[in-house]
């Protein structure tokens, strides 16, 4: 009989190196070459399917005597191979309950290492996806903010409290297009304020927000989060200054590239919002001391699965004398910058204008099924 396991018992695997399994994606080669697990294998494998002599061959050749663990969108064609290979004398067989979709549901965790001994900062990594959020708290004073957060909101509240803090308000950079935001929810649930730029007051939101105004500053506990904004990706965007220690970017400066600005604009209007992230970029992000370390609210997950700049569980961030050192685009004209902004623009995110107006509170999901539905698939939202 085969076995089953879950996406974290996967993940834990995957981290410890082994080499003792062979992954087995049986979707579709279309949807497994646009977004899989790092060292899966494809073996396109149908509902009612039963297994060739071909299909034997393959995965016997692929296993070489490993353990098989199999995985699709949700569990079914991955559970019927399993079966198959379990009845055809596999003897190591293992199916990962929920499949992609549970995959695309796993969260890691990394510390912000500061120089004040009383800030606390966690990133939350949302593994498949690269979304990250954050947890800014005082040690001092036990309070506590959250930016960005995802759709995923307990794992913040329990956070905070295994830190002893309390979450006393929640931010996000923008209105995101890859995923359904958590903020306004989780400030909801709380009954803590929302905060958004003020810009956002021009983008019809459905929904009661607190409005930052450039240069303004939140307070958690003695330190000083300052508001500056940063348009360009979006006409709203804002990033977060965590006094000389850190930054949270948001989707304005990633640490290979900055954020595309078609999403709100669309093509026609793309030069405008390349034209804001070109002054944004100048005249506000490269002003900041290079020390700081920069702090995203994505990192880049290839097609493969991989990370592009560090590895789940381990930091995303880096200081941003190293981004300035390492990103092409800051040594370009602003005439080269749009062009390259507007001509080289990449596949949009997966139902971008869906869950831009879920996150306007325009449209509303039926179900977290229906959620995780609508964000399958890695994000895609840098330049």
């Not at 199999?70 to 929920?98: M, Q, Y």
């Not at 995802?150 to 794992?155: G, L, S």
Request: net charge negative; hydrophobic share 35%.
């Amino acid at each position: 009989m085969f076995e089953k396991i879950t996406a974290r018992e996967l993940a834990e695997r995957q981290d410890s190196g082994t080499s003792d399994y062979t992954l087995i994606d049986t979707r579709p080669e279309d949807s497994y070459e646009a977004w899989r697990i790092e060292g899966a294998e494809n073996v396109p494998f149908g509902p009612g399917e039963t297994l060739s002599e071909d299909q034997h061959e393959k995965i016997e050749e692929l296993a070489n005597d490993n353990k098989i663990i199999t995985i699709c969108g949700k569990a079914a064609t991955s559970t019927r191979l399993a079966s198959e290979l379990d009845a055809n004398g596999f003897e190591d067989v293992a199916v990962v309950n929920g499949g992609m979709r549970n995959w695309n549901s796993l969260y890691e965790t990394a510390h912000v290492d500061t120089e004040n001994d009383a800030l606390c900062i966690v990133q939350f990594q949302r593994r498949a996806k690269g979304c990250l959020s954050y947890l800014i708290g005082s040690k001092r004073t036990g309070e506590a903010i959250v930016v960005d957060p995802t759709r995923h909101t307990d794992q913040y509240i329990t956070t905070a409290a295994k830190k002893g803090m309390t979450i006393t308000a929640v931010l996000d950079t923008h209105v995101h297009a890859d995923h359904i935001s958590g903020g306004h929810d989780l400030a909801t649930r709380l009954d803590v304020p929302y905060y958004l730029g003020e810009k956002a007051t021009e983008r019809d939101i459905d929904y009661e927000f607190d409005a930052f105004a450039d240069g303004e500053t939140i307070a958690v506990g003695d330190v000083e989060i300052e508001v500056l904004f940063a348009p360009g990706h979006t006409t709203e965007m804002v990033i977060y200054r965590i006094g000389d220690e850190a930054v949270l970017t948001g989707d304005s400066l990633f640490l290979d590239s900055v954020g595309r600005t078609e999403l709100e604009f669309g093509e026609d209007a793309a030069e405008e919002g390349a034209r804001m992230q070109y002054k944004t970029l100048h005249e506000t992000l490269l002003e900041l001391p290079d020390e700081q370390t920069v702090l995203p609210g994505h990192v880049t997950v290839n097609n493969n699965g991989t990370y592009e700049n560090a590895s789940p569980g381990n930091l995303v961030g880096t200081p941003l004398g190293d981004v300035r050192t390492q990103l092409d685009l800051v040594g370009l004209d602003e005439e080269a910058f749009v062009e390259r902004m507007v001509k080289n623009v990449p596949e949009k995110p997966d139902n971008y204008e869906t869950i831009i107006g879920i996150n306007r509170g325009k449209e509303t999901i039926e179900s977290s099924r229906d959620a995780t539905k609508l964000e399958t698939g890695a994000n895609n939202c840098a330049a």
